[in-house]
Structure formats: structure tokens, C-alpha cells
């Protein structure tokens, strides 16, 4: 596939910290925030690697160390910069480069400057547009649930303004990492009856202002390429409400939808290998891009996977028969282990093979025990609207209600079911949404989950007999009169998102449905990159040994509220057909229960959803604040000083393999910091609350927000596209070009010179 975000994004981290380095040994400060980012696309090794002699956390106990220089890679939140005040002061490294994971706030970046000795003890200052997560080569998330109560439940209307503006500047981190400064394109919904409908076209405006902004202070973004002008097109889950509800029978789709497969920092499955012997063990996998089976199988049928699967496996076992006994069967561990543990490459790809046979297994296990596929094919029809021979739907309730009837089939796919059904016919009274429920056996209470649809667009309730079905066309009108391969009536339904980004290829995406932000100067601009350049195709006279300028089109589609494994899948895909670059960004992964859970949520008092924006302020650790004084129950093991010859254990706190963390109990001794005495907790005010309701939306101000894309010049910037904006600290109390820049907006944060868009 070429490019990948995961390495873009442990380039631009190494890449700082090699710079900052120079060959010289430092320490290397990070908070909990950053540390999930680093950890995510950087080994601890490979940063070890670069002159780093110990990694330390902020918020923890640390020895002063004032002989030696520390890199904080920090993320810019209050209570992390009173930490790292609390460092300044009391003087805890020999001089501080800071480095940011996204924008700092002015507020908070005076906090640093008024700081007595931040002239002296501040040598760099850096920000890294680094605030994602990517998944896959192609797939980034954001790893925030809590964004689709925001956006779509009615009593979070207070909190969405702010939503918004960060999901902007984690979208332009994006871009900017990619080195794309992209046309941006939103699902304007027609005839909408819901109140979050302007919701795309306010996104894709904040993110054009970001871009705007981040371009105007980078006069290098961006980056010099051969490649066509980018595309962003922000859409949101109301676009599609099918897919996330549809049964997809591709593996990877299929294995998040039914096995226990733990979705967190790490995307793992738990397994018993060797199961029955003495030798059983029991192990937690990560299914990642490392996974060379897991990458080339998780987009094939669940068929075409097994099939694969097996035929691999065989493969691997011909050569290398020493793993089989002499009726061809595999030897036991026992018989191989000492000659195994001399080939630990053979032992993982042994054990690759052998977890993705089992996981392929089960879910196929439960595919036959309950009824999969006698669901799909009434699924296929509701999503669609039509049946196997692309002929209007018959008797749709009639199978609908046989399913329903049957106990194979699982009282949450019973309920996927009545609401496929419910949307595919626009609605239907209140009292037979009671009786499907009572026919399904299903608690009345699963009658809250279905109205609250509506605040996704989806209707599924009618007033009553009198209201008609909406006659509105399809989005993507399936064309009818191509037939459809017998082997693919159980996947005949792709996720809009395919079909959006088919149009968009072809350069007919229709532009009252998904207007651009800014309007291109030529209207056909995007017909003639659709229809091919020559730049993008590899010439016949390019040798195997020649390596071609990837210079396809880089498409980037954010699903504001969650996406689904399918609607990956279709990136990949277009990717593949359409000679595109494309990458799926959101803000977390849905399957089809969490996507249930969360909308059944939207109809929950919000203060038991625990949205993290609701929850108390955090506060630096009182231990950054206490005096200097005798060690009390100092713990043994003090931090060595870094160097050429020690001090590299360090390592990530709370990573494999890193050591206990030393000093949990006694005060940190050395000299203390100047201005540290008599240092209480600082307290920052709280931002001031300010987002209308999303019935008020329209009237949201989206321009450009202020948030300090300076111009690099210095800190350690490398040039190129890396997204890094680095400034000197200047005098401490003088206003900075942000501040004055401030100034002349009015309390809207709109430029009294601008226009409105």
C-alpha cells in the first residue's frame, strides 16, 4: 500500500528527538497523555537508541538531576504544565527542550513564560502535531468513545463547540503529518430530521480554519510533491446507519463483531495454545500490522480466509517438515521445543497460523449455531431495498418475524434485526414496534434504544397511519441492471462510504450532497484527476529495479461519531481499484453492539456516561510542590546519570520490561530550584464554558480559533513536512504575535477583518 501513517508518525517522533539530541546524551520527560501516543508507533528501544539515557514520567517522583538536559515530549493540558513549572523552578534537569503533542494554549503558554527562570532553563520550544492514534497503515482513531454522546445526545449540547474544535486540530495534526493541505469536502444530508445535520459542514469549517491558520504560519507546508491537491471529506454515522448493523462476513469485520477481542491500547484476543498438554499456555495477542497473516487475510470472506488459512499452513508445514511427525501430522511441542527455541521465527509464525485458524474457527462456530446466515440474506435485502435479482423487496416482515421466531437466533440479533427492519421501512407506528419487541421476546424497554435513532436522522417511529413513507432517493442508487454474482448475494451491500468514495474517484461526488468548504476555481478539476494523469501511472520503461515516486491522490475520510470495520475495509479497497491513497480517521471503532449501547446511551441522564470533559479538573501531583529537605525513607535504586556507559535502563514506565520505578516514598533530594520556596499548588482557572446547543448550530462561529501555529524556527525542526511549529520564549510578560493577533478579533474569536465563509 506505500505509505503509512504508523511510520510517518514514529518518524516525526524520532526524527525531534534526534535533532534535540545532537549526539549528546538527555532524558527523555513524557505524561501519560504522550506516553499512549509514543507507545503506539515508537519501540522504547528505538528511542533508547538516540542518546536517550532514561525515560521518566512527570507526574511521578524523580531525582533532581541537575548535570544533565531533559526533552519533555508533553501534552498540553493544565495540570501538566504546572508540572512542568514546578520542574523549571525548582531547576530539576540542566536545561529543558519542550516539545508538544499538539497545540499549547496562550493562557497556559504564559503560565511557562511568567515562570522567573524560563529564559534561563527553557533552550527549545517545539510542537508536534502528534495528538492520533493511528491503528493501521491506513486507519487512525482517536481512541474517544465519549465523542458520540457528544455530538448526538441532547443534553451534551453545552460540549459540543469545544468537541468540535479539538476534533479539528486532531484532523489538521493529521493532514499535516501526511503533508497534505487538502481540499475539504462534508455530507450535507438532504431533507434531515435531526438537529446534529449541520453537524459535518461546522467540522469541515474548523478544519479548514485550522489548516488555514497552521499553513499561514508555515510558509513550507505544504511540502513540495508531485502528487494531486489532497482530499478531506468530513461525513458523520448518520450518513450510514445500516453498516454498523449489518452482519459482515470479511474476518476482521466478522471477528470484532462475535469473538471477545479486547479493544484498547492494544487490539488483542486471548488464546490457550497447546491446549490439553502439559505445555498449555495461555496468552493475550495483538492483532496489529506486525501480523503479516492477520494484514494479508483480515479483508478476505471468512470463506476465502479459512480456505487461505489452510492452505498456508500446509505450506509452511512442506517446508519444513521437521515440525511434522511421519504420518505428516504436527509434532508435539515436546518432541521440538529444544530445536524450536533455536528458530523463534518458525515459533511465531507456527503460532500466527494456529491463532488465526482458531479465531476463524469460532467465528464460524457461531455463524452455523446461530443462524448468520439465514439473517444475511433478509439483511442484504433491507439494506439494499432490494433482493437477489435487484428486484423490489417481497415479503419482507414475513422473514423478518420467522427469525425472529427461531431460538438460534440471539436476543441482540433479534434486536438488530427489528431495527433493520424499522429503517428500511421509514418507520412504523408505535404499536407495532411494541408487538415485534413482545414477538421477539424482547423487554419494552429496547423501545427507548429504537426512538432514539431519531437523533441520528433515522426514523423509525411514524405519528400514525396517515404519515407516509419519505419519498426521498437513495444517496447511491444501486445500478439495477447489472446482475449480481450468485457467490456474493450474502455481501451485495457495501458501506456508502464505498460508494462515496467511488464517485469521488471518478470526479462525479454530486456537490449539493458534499459540497466543498471552499469551492474549487475550476469546477472540473476533480472530473480530470479522476479520469487519470500520467504522473499516476507506472511507466512501461520503469525496470523491477527501478523504484517509482508514489504519486497517487491522498483521500482522507473522517467519520465523525465511530466507524466500522467495513467501512475500512472499503478504504482499502478503493485504495487498491481506484489508483487513490486513501485513509479512514475517526473517532473510535464500532461494532454493532457498542454502536446499540451507545445509541440506547443517548437517552441516559449524560452525568452516568463519564464523559471525560464533564469530569474534575486534574491537578499536579502535591509532591512536585514540597521543599527540598532531609531524605526520608529514601527507596533504594536511584536513577543513574545518563551516559554513553549507564543509565539506559530506564526505559518506559509501566512498559514490557521496564524496571520498578525507584522513590515511592521520601522527598527528592539536590539543590533546590531557584523561586521554589514556599511553593503551593497552582490552581488554573477553568476555561470558561462556552458552546451553544446543537439546535443552535447554525449560528456557530467558525472561524479561525488562534491556537499559535507559529512559524518553526527553532527547537530542533528538520524542515520538510514534519509537523513541528517551534518558537523562542521571547521576553516573559511582552505579547506574543498570537496574543496581538488575539486582540484584534472580537469576544467570537472572529478576525474583525475577516469574512464570513
Given at each position: 500500500m506505500?505509505?503509512?501513517?504508523i511510520?510517518e508518525?514514529h518518524?516525526i ?8 539530541t545532537a549526539g549528546?546524551?538527555?532524558v527523555l520527560v513524557?505524561?501519560?497523555?504522550s506516553?499512549?501516543i ?5 519501540k ?9 539515557a ?8 524523580r531525582?533532581m538531576?541537575p548535570s544533565m ?7 498540553p493540558?493544565?495540570h501538566i504544565?504546572d ?6 523552578e525548582?531547576?530539576r ?5 519542550l ?5 499549547l494554549d496562550?493562557k ?19 510542537t ?16 474517544d468513545?465519549?465523542?458520540f ?6 443534553s ?7 468537541h468540535?474544535q ?10 499535516v ?6 481540499k ?7 431533507n ?8 459535518c ?13 497552521y499553513?499561514q504560519?508555515n ?10 491537491q ?10 450510514d ?18 469473538l471477545p ?7 488483542t ?5 497447546n491446549e490439553?498438554?502439559?505445555?498449555a ?7 496489529c500490522?506486525?501480523?503479516k ?10 470463506k ?30 515436546n ?14 509464525m507456527?503460532?500466527a497460523y ?7 474457527q469460532?467465528?464460524?462456530n457461531i ?7 439465514d439473517?444475511s ?18 415479503n419482507?416482515?414475513q422473514?423478518?418475524?420467522r427469525?425472529l ?7 441482540s440479533?433479534?434486536?438488530?434485526l427489528?431495527i ?5 421501512r ?7 414496534i411494541?408487538r ?6 424482547l ?7 429504537i426512538e432514539?435513532?431519531v437523533?441520528?436522522?433515522g426514523?423509525?417511529t411514524?405519528g400514525?397511519?396517515k404519515e ?9 442508487p444501486?445500478?439495477?441492471?447489472i446482475?449480481i454474482?450468485e457467490?456474493s448475494?450474502m455481501?451485495r451491500?457495501?458501506p456508502?462510504?464505498?460508494?462515496m ?7 462525479a ?15 472540473n ?7 487519470g494523469?500520467l504522473?499516476?501511472a507506472?511507466p ?15 483521500i482522507?475520510?473522517f ?7 467495513s ?7 478503493v ?10 480517521a475517526t473517532s ?13 446511551d ?5 452525568r452516568?456516561?463519564?464523559i ?14 514540597e521543599r527540598?529537605?532531609l531524605p526520608?525513607g529514601?527507596?533504594p535504586g536511584?536513577?543513574q546519570q ?9 526505559g518506559?514506565?509501566?512498559g ?7 522513590v ?7 539543590p ?5 520556596g514556599?511553593m503551593?499548588?497552582p490552581?488554573?482557572?477553568?476555561p470558561?464554558a ?8 447554525g449560528?456557530?462561529?467558525i472561524?479561525?480559533?488562534g ?25 516573559p ?5 498570537l ?5 484584534k478579533?472580537?469576544?467570537l ?6 469574512k464570513?465563509?
Amino acid at each position: 500500500m506505500g505509505s503509512s501513517i504508523i511510520q510517518e508518525q514514529h518518524d516525526i517522533i524520532i526524527q525531534t528527538i534526534k535533532n534535540i539530541t545532537a549526539g549528546d546524551w538527555k532524558v527523555l520527560v513524557i505524561d501519560k497523555s504522550s506516553k499512549r501516543i509514543i507507545d503506539n508507533a515508537v519501540k522504547e528501544d528505538d528511542i533508547l537508541n538516540h542518546n536517550i539515557a532514561n525515560i521518566e514520567r512527570i507526574e511521578e517522583r524523580r531525582e533532581m538531576n541537575p548535570s544533565m538536559d531533559a526533552i519533555y515530549i508533553l501534552s498540553p493540558e493544565p495540570h501538566i504544565v504546572d508540572c512542568l513549572v514546578a520542574d523549571i523552578e525548582r531547576r530539576r534537569y540542566r536545561r529543558a527542550f519542550l516539545v508538544w503533542t499538539s497545540v499549547l494554549d496562550p493562557k497556559l503558554r504564559r503560565r511557562i513564560d511568567n515562570c522567573p527562570v524560563a529564559k534561563q532553563q527553557i533552550a527549545g520550544f517545539d510542537t508536534l502535531l502528534v495528538d492520533f492514534f493511528p491503528r493501521e497503515s491506513h486507519l487512525v482513531t482517536f481512541r474517544d468513545p465519549w465523542s458520540f454522546p457528544i455530538l448526538y445526545h441532547p443534553s451534551c449540547n453545552g460540549l459540543v463547540k469545544q468537541h468540535m474544535q479539538d476534533l479539528a486540530q486532531k484532523i489538521t495534526a493529521l493532514c499535516v503529518s501526511l503533508g497534505e493541505y487538502p481540499k475539504v469536502r462534508y455530507y450535507r444530508p438532504k431533507n434531515p430530521i435531526h438537529e446534529a445535520s449541520v453537524l459535518c459542514g461546522h467540522l469541515a469549517r474548523f478544519v479548514s480554519e485550522e489548516l488555514d491558520e497552521y499553513a499561514q504560519f508555515n510558509p513550507n507546508f505544504p511540502p513540495p510533491s508531485s502528487r494531486p491537491q489532497g482530499v478531506l471529506i468530513v461525513t458523520d454515522r448518520s450518513m450510514d446507519l445500516m453498516s454498523p448493523l449489518a452482519h459482515e462476513f470479511t474476518y476482521q469485520a466478522m471477528a470484532h463483531d462475535l469473538l471477545p477481542i479486547k479493544d484498547g491500547d492494544k487490539t488483542t484476543f486471548h488464546m490457550t495454545f497447546n491446549e490439553g498438554t502439559p505445555e498449555a499456555e495461555e496468552k493475550d495477542i495483538e492483532l496489529c500490522d506486525k501480523d503479516k497473516v492477520w494484514v494479508d487475510n483480515r479483508h478476505k470472506h471468512m470463506k476465502d480466509t479459512i480456505d487461505k488459512l489452510m492452505g498456508d499452513f500446509q505450506k509452511f508445514l512442506d517446508q519444513n517438515p521437521h515440525f511434522t511427525n511421519a504420518n505428516g501430522e504436527a509434532t508435539s511441542i515436546n518432541a521440538i521445543k529444544d530445536m524450536m527455541a533455536g528458530l523463534p521465527q518458525f515459533t511465531e509464525m507456527k503460532e500466527a497460523y494456529s491463532l488465526h485458524i482458531t479465531m476463524a474457527q469460532e467465528c464460524m462456530n457461531i455463524f452455523e449455531h446461530h443462524k448468520l446466515g439465514d439473517m444475511s440474506q433478509i439483511e442484504q435485502v433491507m439494506a439494499t431495498g432490494l433482493d437477489e435479482d435487484n428486484r423490489k423487496a417481497k415479503n419482507v416482515l414475513q422473514s423478518v418475524v420467522r427469525l425472529l421466531d427461531d431460538e438460534a437466533v440471539s436476543p441482540s440479533d433479534r434486536l438488530r434485526l427489528i431495527i433493520m427492519f424499522l429503517l428500511y421501512r421509514d418507520g412504523v407506528i408505535s404499536e407495532d414496534i411494541k408487538r415485534l419487541l413482545a414477538h421477539a421476546s424482547l423487554p419494552q424497554q429496547d423501545g427507548e434504544i429504537i426512538e432514539n435513532f431519531v437523533h441520528l436522522g433515522g426514523r423509525t417511529t411514524r405519528g400514525g397511519l396517515k404519515e407516509t413513507k419519505r419519498d426521498d432517493p437513495p444517496l447511491f442508487p444501486i445500478d439495477t441492471k447489472i446482475p449480481i454474482p450468485e457467490d456474493s448475494y450474502m455481501s451485495r451491500f457495501n458501506p456508502l462510504v464505498k460508494s462515496m468514495l467511488e464517485s469521488l474517484c471518478r470526479g462525479a461526488l454530486d456537490q449539493t450532497s458534499f459540497p466543498y468548504v471552499k469551492p474549487p476555481l475550476d469546477p472540473n478539476e476533480d472530473a480530470m484527476i479522476g479520469q487519470g494523469s500520467l504522473r499516476a501511472a507506472k511507466p512501461s520503461w520503469a525496470g523491477a529495479g527501478r523504484r517509482v515516486a508514489d504519486n497517487r491522490q491522498r483521500i482522507i475520510v473522517f467519520m465523525a461519531g465511530g466507524a466500522t470495520f467495513s467501512e475500512s475495509r472499503a478504504c482499502y479497497e478503493v485504495s487498491a481499484a481506484m489508483n487513490r491513497d486513501v485513509f479512514m480517521a475517526t473517532s473510535h471503532m464500532l461494532t454493532a453492539d457498542l454502536f446499540v449501547k451507545q445509541v440506547s446511551d443517548l437517552s441516559v441522564d449524560k452525568r452516568k456516561l463519564d464523559i471525560p470533559m464533564e469530569r474534575p479538573t486534574q491537578t499536579a501531583p502535591a509532591h512536585l510542590f514540597e521543599r527540598p529537605g532531609l531524605p526520608m525513607g529514601q527507596a533504594p535504586g536511584a536513577q543513574q546519570q545518563g551516559g554513553p556507559g549507564g543509565g539506559r535502563g530506564g526505559g518506559l514506565p509501566g512498559g514490557p520490561g521496564a524496571p520498578r520505578r525507584p522513590v515511592q516514598g521520601g522527598l527528592p533530594g539536590g539543590p533546590r530550584g531557584g523561586g521554589g520556596g514556599g511553593m503551593g499548588t497552582p490552581t488554573p482557572p477553568a476555561p470558561p464554558a462556552s458552546a451553544p446547543p446543537t439546535t443552535q448550530m447554525g449560528n456557530m462561529n467558525i472561524n479561525s480559533h488562534g491556537h499559535g501555529y507559529s512559524q518553526s524556527n527553532g527547537g530542533g525542526g528538520d524542515g520538510g513536512h514534519r509537523p513541528s511549529v517551534s518558537s523562542d520564549m521571547g521576553t516573559p510578560g511582552k505579547p506574543h504575535k498570537l496574543e496581538k493577533e488575539k486582540k484584534k478579533r472580537n469576544f467570537l474569536g472572529m478576525k474583525k477583518s475577516s469574512k464570513d465563509h
